[in-house]
């Protein structure tokens, strides 16, 4: 196994790494990464790279254009940046997951930290638990156990499921086919909700522009302004 405490580490196109450690300095990933401990500096998994099962509790993973990252997980001062894809990340412990570019994640689980959604980009099937998801792009079929997701200015979010925890959707924020089964639902002014399903015990405070609701027994429809 590899131990990196400063300088550069290489792994290159068609070669193959298991069970390094970055605690300082800067790794390039061109081939395949197993199991890594990233606990301060930064892997960085270059257009063709892949890592697998990292484990990253302080410095950087960041997955470029054209790079894949599978089954990360990312706690503590940990932070990762994908432009390229990922899949199965989990993220705790106040860390930090942000998707720029075009960067496309699916199958994310958040706990606790933050998860950014910028323009251009796009998360699939996100589950989240804790924390707080912030949409500036475009999240498709999330499902909210608790924490909070806010629909910035100009992202949307389709066919999300709200089990518990909050969606704010703020001026220019976007919500389609959204099942509240309970917890909240609050659509700010200049935000907009089309097709929302609010069951029994949900909430939705409306200030903006909700459409086509439909509203079960038990359901609660509050238009403030």
Known sequence: ??????????VLSGGSATGTIVNSGHGYISGVD????VNGGIQEIRSGGKTLGTTVSGGRIQVDSGATAENTTVS??????????????????????????????????????????NDDT?????????GIQYVYG???????????????????SKNTTINNGMQNIGQGG???DTELNSGTQTVSSGGVADETSIAAGAVQNVSGRASATTIQSGGVQNVLS
Not at 34 to 37: D, G, I, L
């Open 76 to 117: 503590g001062e940990g932070s990762m940046r994908v432009a390229g894809s990922a899949s199965g990340t989990t993220v705790k412990d106040d860390a930090s997951l942000t998707l720029t570019g075009y960067g496309w994640v699916e199958n994310t689980v958040l706990l606790d930290g933050t998860m950014d959604v």
């Open 122 to 130: 796009l998360s699939e099937n996100t589950t989240i638990s804790g």
């Open 138 to 156: 475009t999240d498709s079929k999330s499902t909210l156990n608790g924490g909070t997701q806010n629909i910035e200015n100009g992202g949307v």
């Open 34 to 37: 197993e199991n890594a401990v």
């Open 1 to 10: 196994d590899t131990v990196l405490n400063g300088g550069s580490f290489y």
């Open 174 to 176: 976007r919500a389609s």
